[in-house]
C-alpha cells in the first residue's frame, strides 16, 4: 500500500472518528473507514453517510450531505471544488492539510444540517441499532 495514501487516510478518517458516537460504523479497516446512519427518521432506512477509501490512484472521501445539501458546495473553496469527482467524493493524492480543514468544518457543517432536515439522528442519539427497509451498503461504496 502506498505509504503517502496511507498517511492520507489517516488524516481524512480523523475527520469522520469524532462523529462516530451518533453513527454506526460498518468499516473499520487500514484502507476503509464508513459511517452510516443507522435509521433515519426523514428516510426510514439506513444509509451510509460518508465514508474514506484507498483506491489505485488516490484516496476518496465521499460525504453525502455535500449532495443533500447544495449550499454546502456553494461555500467552497475553489481549491476544494477542484477535488471534487461527481457530487459528494473527495480524491487525494497527497496531504493538503488547508483542504483538509476546510473538509472538517464542511463535515461538521453538514452533519449539522442533515439533524436539523431530519435525516441524521441527534448528537445525543445513538445510531447503533439495524433498522429495517436498509439500502444496501454496496450501492454507496461502503
Excluded at 488524516?11 to 462523529?19: A, N, V
Excluded at 472538517?104 to 445510531?127: D, H, I, Q, S, Y
Aim: charged share 25%; net charge positive; glycine share 4%.
Amino acid at each position: 500500500m502506498n505509504s503517502a495514501f496511507e498517511a492520507i487516510f489517516i488524516r481524512l478518517r480523523r475527520i469522520l472518528e469524532p462523529h462516530s458516537t451518533r453513527f454506526k460504523v460498518t468499516a473499520d479497516a487500514p484502507d476503509h473507514y464508513c459511517l452510516e446512519v443507522a435509521f433515519s427518521p426523514k428516510f426510514k432506512k439506513a444509509f451510509p453517510v460518508a465514508w474514506v477509501k484507498i483506491g489505485k490512484a488516490y484516496v476518496s472521501y465521499h460525504f453525502m450531505p455535500v449532495y443533500m445539501f447544495p449550499k454546502l458546495r456553494e461555500r467552497m473553496s475553489d481549491k476544494l471544488k477542484a477535488r471534487m469527482q461527481g457530487k459528494s467524493c473527495f480524491n487525494f493524492k497527497v496531504l493538503d492539510e488547508t483542504l483538509f480543514k476546510e473538509l472538517e468544518g464542511l463535515t461538521t457543517e453538514g452533519f449539522a444540517m442533515g439533524r436539523k432536515a431530519g435525516v441524521a439522528p441527534e448528537p445525543n442519539a445513538v445510531n447503533k441499532v439495524a433498522a429495517p427497509n436498509r439500502l444496501p451498503a454496496s450501492l454507496f461504496g461502503c
